[in-house]
């Protein structure tokens, strides 16, 4: 069994390395510049790496031997993820055209894993029938783990929800970072008017951990990301429940669930995120 390997991390200001490669943390969402060979970019904030270590500590059994990811953007973060988990299997897919820095490959060679690693790019997380092409094609057994880091918004997240939690075996974990995002005035411009966010979606799983208990095992929600651990429900059954219970119709927020919303512990906590960011500035 292959555990996770975040315990050995070795911290320094905002660089964290691991058997001597460097990633330097960067939360901005331009690119920045280049960096001396070893050292890569990886878009995220300490505190998303530490609420990661925190929720796998929960799960110290999870042997991560298929791992498939939503959003590369500068491909830092699969070459992080590639390195702490040691999976067999790694897919990436992003929706952006082909945009892979000439780092990455070096990197995937000389760690040896350039078979392990696959990427896809110009790929919607909401594309059912491709994302389940790509699980069936590339991954040898069930999913261990899904961490979606792509959209932010809910109809696709929800729709990567629906095709990917099924596919993961009985413990496995689907996390999704940086749930709030919509609700964070810094970011909020760059959503659609229309958009709801993915504060509904966290409610909508809440219920169904509460309905469906052989479904949903279990749910963590931290500042930055929430996971929830699959139960043991048979594929076809838990795809049922999640069309059911995750489609537009059910999360579109009409005025009762939208108070429901409102009134639930993950709203409460979701507004006291940014009104602590919000202080900070």
């Known amino acids: 069994m292959v555990k996770a390997r975040f315990d050995e991390l070795v911290w320094r200001d905002d660089v964290v390395s691991i058997d001597g490669v460097r990633f330097r943390l960067y939360e901005r969402f331009d690119s920045p510049p280049a960096l001396d060979d ?67 490959r070096r990197f995937l060679k000389q760690e040896n894993i350039e078979s392990r690693v696959r990427t896809y790019w110009q ?39 629906v095709t990917l939690f099924p596919l993961l075996r009985p413990g496995g974990l689907f996390i999704v970072e940086d749930w709030g995002w919509h609700l964070v005035p810094e970011v909020r411009a760059a959503f659609p008017k229309e958009e709801p966010g993915l504060v509904p979606l966290i409610d909508s799983i809440i219920a169904l951990m509460r309905d469906e208990p052989t479904l949903i095992r279990s749910f963590d929600l931290r500042d930055h990301l929430f996971a929830f651990e699959r139960g043991p429900m048979p594929e076809a059954d838990a795809r049922a429940r999640l069309q059911t219970r995750l489609s537009p119709r059910f999360t579109e927020s009409p005025p009762l669930l939208t108070r429901m919303v409102k009134g639930s512990p993950a709203w409460s906590m979701a507004r006291r995120i940014v009104r602590s960011r919000q202080s900070r500035t």
């Open 38 to 104: 070893g050292t890569y970019w990886l878009f995220k904030g300490p505190e998303l790496v530490s609420e990661y270590i925190d929720v796998l500590r929960k799960h110290p059994d999870l042997d991560v031997r298929n791992l498939f990811e939503l959003g590369i953007w500068e491909s830092g973060s699969v070459a992080f993820f590639a390195k702490c988990f040691l999976p067999d299997k790694h897919v990436a897919i992003d929706l952006a055209p082909h945009r892979e820095p000439t780092w990455f």
């Open 123 to 161: 790929t919607d997380q909401a594309d059912d029938a491709r994302l389940q092409s790509l699980v069936r094609r590339e991954m040898d057994g069930p999913l261990d783990l899904v961490i979606d880091d792509a959209s932010h918004w809910l109809e696709p997240t929800a729709a990567s929800v």
